[in-house]
């Protein structure tokens, strides 16, 4: 049982918009900010967002994050078919003092 | 070019210790904070440890407080995970991985993993 919540599937056809969401509480997301990795089949997790909304060198502005009270989302728009991975949510607990995940998202590009 | 590279994996038994390592090159490894996450075949990822840049804090997961320990040697620019009264449980892809300042939670770089399974 994740700290975070996370649909376990989501999927989209190319080129269409697609939300993942991230469901946390007062003592993660609600006070500390989010971050989002992509792990493609086989290979090690990639930072893709963080700090809620900011994305690191050499990622596509296809992909942005938001963040509201104590849940965040993750959107991809022009979805492409390398898009099909994981998606992790993480953020620090101030409760647990610790950072924990979210239980992953799997992306299907249909 | 910015990259870090784990060893240290393999089998062992329960109750048994093992060490990792996590050589870090191509970034001032003593100006970051740098954590452990693990990921259990076909499950998601779970953070482990964390230590501050100058090794002054550390933080682990309830699953792993006080069996495994997190530690760093800035003169090797080498980070650690010794990992004793191992269980089943703890068999993972264990990431070494870099914060993108000194506590900020966010990973920006991750080594490629090391296997670490645990069964007898």
């Known amino acids: 049982q994740s700290v975070l919540t996370q649909p376990p599937s989501a999927s989209g056809t190319p080129g269409q918009r697609v939300t993942i969401s991230c469901s946390g509480s007062?003592?993660?997301?609600?006070?500390?900010?989010v971050n989002w990795y992509q792990q493609l089949p086989g290979t090690a997790p990639k930072l893709l967002i963080y700090?809620?909304?900011q994305r690191p060198s050499g990622v596509p502005d296809r992909f942005s994050g938001s963040k509201s009270g104590t849940s965040a989302s993750l959107a991809i728009s022009g979805l492409q078919s390398e898009d099909e991975a994981d998606y992790y949510c993480?953020?620090?607990?101030?409760?647990?003092?610790?950072?924990?995940f979210g239980g992953g998202t799997k992306l299907t590009v249909l | 070019q910015v990259q870090l590279v784990e060893s240290g994996g393999g089998v062992v038994q329960p109750g048994g210790s093992l060490r990792l390592s996590c050589a870090a090159s191509?970034?001032?490894?003593?100006?970051?904070?740098m954590h452990w996450v693990r990921q259990a075949p076909g499950k998601g990822l779970e953070w482990v440890a964390f230590i501050r840049y100058d090794g002054s804090n550390k933080y682990y997961a309830d699953s792993v407080k006080g069996r495994f320990t997190i530690s760093r040697d800035n003169s090797k620019n080498t980070l650690y995970l010794q990992m004793n009264s191992l269980r089943a449980e703890d068999t993972a892809v264990y990431y070494c991985a870099k914060d993108r300042s000194d506590d900020e939670g966010a990973f920006d770089i991750w080594g490629q993993g090391t296997m670490v399974t645990v069964s007898s």
């Open positions: 700090s809620n909304n």
């Open positions: 191509g970034f001032t490894f003593s100006s970051y904070g």
């Open positions: 007062s003592s993660n997301i609600g006070s500390n900010t």
């Open positions: 993480a953020a620090w607990d101030d409760s647990l003092n610790a950072v924990v």
